[in-house]
């Protein structure tokens, strides 16, 4: 019989149901303690640090099948970020003491979450020496895989396609740089053939080396003139990319 995985375990508990999340939602305040813990069944939270200014700045995002608040969670402490939903997200919410009751009586979901965790550690080491080394151009191009990886589809040519959930500023702030520098970094990588913008879509060349590959098994086929994707308008911001009617009327 196969390992059971803290997801599977999590996803069978009793009083532990999915949830359809608008965007904007906050699931846990930074430097509050969190009654609960979430699983990402669909959707992108982003994981935001205030500063002492009062300006927000994106840790992280977390992806479907992702735990969110977990860490905190175990230790009894006060989150470090506050979550919240970029487009409509599926979430299961699971109380911390039903967490926490699986952890302490099954071996096997507990080290599916250590391996979790160790993941989560050295994804967090290659932000921190991407942010360091890599020019904004490069950790663009990397969020724009990562983006592929979870909502991206494939067209009749084999390209990545793809209408991302992200506005301008938190794409903007994810990879570090203002959202004027962010339209540069899109024209330069569209001058270089390395992407194209169609009608409110994002369209990847296939992978170069040096790029982030693209897992090209988990990618639906995109049908044509068809939105495969959410939509991206969130609440109180314009949206980067705008899905638009073939006569190029914004919806």
């Given amino acids: ?21 608008p965007p904007g939602v906050e699931l846990f305040q930074q430097g509050e303690k969190s009654p609960d813990v979430y699983l990402i069944r669909d959707g992108v939270v982003k994981l935001v640090c205030c500063d002492a200014m009062g300006r927000q700045i994106i840790i992280a995002l977390r992806f479907r099948n992702s735990f969110v608040g977990a860490p905190a969670v175990v230790l ?14 599926t979430i299961l919410r699971i109380p911390a003491e039903v967490f926490l009751s699986i952890l302490e009586n099954d071996t096997e979901a507990c080290w599916s979450l ?91 060349s296939p992978a170069r080396p040096g790029n982030v590959p693209v897992d090209r098994q988990k990618l639906p086929a995109v ?12 609440v109180g911001e314009q949206a980067l990319f705008t899905l638009r009617t073939s006569a190029g009327r914004q919806i």
């Fill in 1 to 21: 019989m196969a390992p059971v995985s803290i997801i599977e375990r999590v996803s069978a508990a009793k009083g532990v149901c999915a949830q359809l999340y």
């Fill in 76 to 89: 009894d402490a006060t989150q470090p970020t506050s979550a919240t939903t970029i487009g409509r997200c």
């Fill in 114 to 204: 250590h391996k979790m965790h160790c993941r989560m550690l050295l994804e967090a080491c290659a932000r921190m020496t991407e942010l360091a080394c890599n020019d904004s151009q490069a950790r663009l191009l990397r969020l724009l895989r990562q983006l592929a990886d979870d909502i991206g589809g494939l067209n009749d040519k084999g390209e990545i396609r793809m209408s991302p959930p992200l506005t301008r500023t938190e794409m903007a702030a994810t990879v570090a740089v203002s959202p004027e520098h962010l339209s540069r970094l899109f024209k330069k990588l569209e001058e270089a053939g390395t992407i194209r913008v169609e009608k409110g879509w994002i369209i990847l």
């Fill in 223 to 234: 049908e044509a003139g068809k939105p495969a994707f959410r939509e991206t308008k969130d």
